[in-house]
């Protein structure tokens, strides 16, 4: 089955630096590839995603890469905010099912 | 805010107890999820249906069994609830399992409900 990676697993960083946060799939058949956040006690709320056609897809402060020869995709969020404190969850869909196989995530710290 | 809802939100109970949390979706989507989510925030998910139909039964436990009385309808019963059973269980849905737009992929995730068995 997918096995999907992410890291790092935690993440500080200043406001207003950049972070990244990266992911590798096993299962080249994989065609789409969601990020999600989930701030404390709350439910996870997909943030962008990106399909195995395109390469990169921007929106806003959030951008997301895939290197489908490498098998990894990448979240970049520039100008960091508090409120981006979370933890965020890459994940991948092998081709012909509906589930998604989660990373293990990262938690965001941004501190002022 | 309430597309996707669950009940109860929290629920402590002993070991051994049977007990059942209700997963509600007012999208009008056709595949409903368990999510499992532990200490560790791993999100592992359970069981999958289209339609009413079970369509992904990932490796838990028989003492788990999922019912979907409708299409936006998607309980979950669990028996002799074991200390191991903690955890906070998503329900999600997203609009189709086959996918032919982009947009019917994305999962809707409930409000969680936060199971601790003592």
């Known amino acids: 089955g997918e096995n999907v990676e992410q890291h790092p697993s935690t993440l500080s960083v200043q406001e207003g630096d950049s972070a990244v946060i990266k992911c590798t799939y096993s299962d080249s058949a994989s065609n789409y590839f969601p990020w999600y956040k989930q701030e404390l006690g709350k439910r996870p709320q997909l943030i962008i995603d990106i399909r195995s056609n395109v390469g990169e897809k921007k929106d806003q402060r959030i951008a997301v890469t895939l290197n489908k020869t490498a098998k990894h995709f990448s979240l970049h969020i520039t100008e960091t905010q508090p409120e981006d404190t979370a933890v965020y969850f890459c994940?991948?869909?092998?081709?012909?099912?509906?589930?998604?196989?989660f990373g293990k995530g990262t938690m965001l710290l941004v501190s002022p | 805010d309430t597309a996707v809802s669950q009940t109860p939100k929290y629920l402590v109970t002993q070991m051994g107890n049977d007990k059942s949390i209700k997963c509600e979706q007012n999208?009008?989507?056709?595949?409903m999820y368990w999510y499992k989510q532990d200490s560790k925030k791993f999100l592992k998910i359970m069981f999958s249906?289209?339609?009413?139909?079970?369509?992904i039964n990932e490796t838990v436990p028989n003492r788990f069994s999922p019912k979907s009385p409708d299409k936006a309808h998607l309980n979950l019963h669990i028996n002799s609830l074991e200390l191991g059973d903690s955890a906070v269980y998503f329900c999600a849905s997203s609009q189709a399992a086959s996918f032919v737009l982009a947009a019917q992929e994305t999962q809707y995730f409930g409000p969680g409900t936060r199971l601790l068995v003592l």
């Open positions: 249906y289209n339609n009413k139909e079970l369509i």
């Open positions: 999208l009008g989507h056709d595949t």
């Open positions: 994940a991948a869909r092998f081709q012909g099912y509906s589930t998604l196989t």
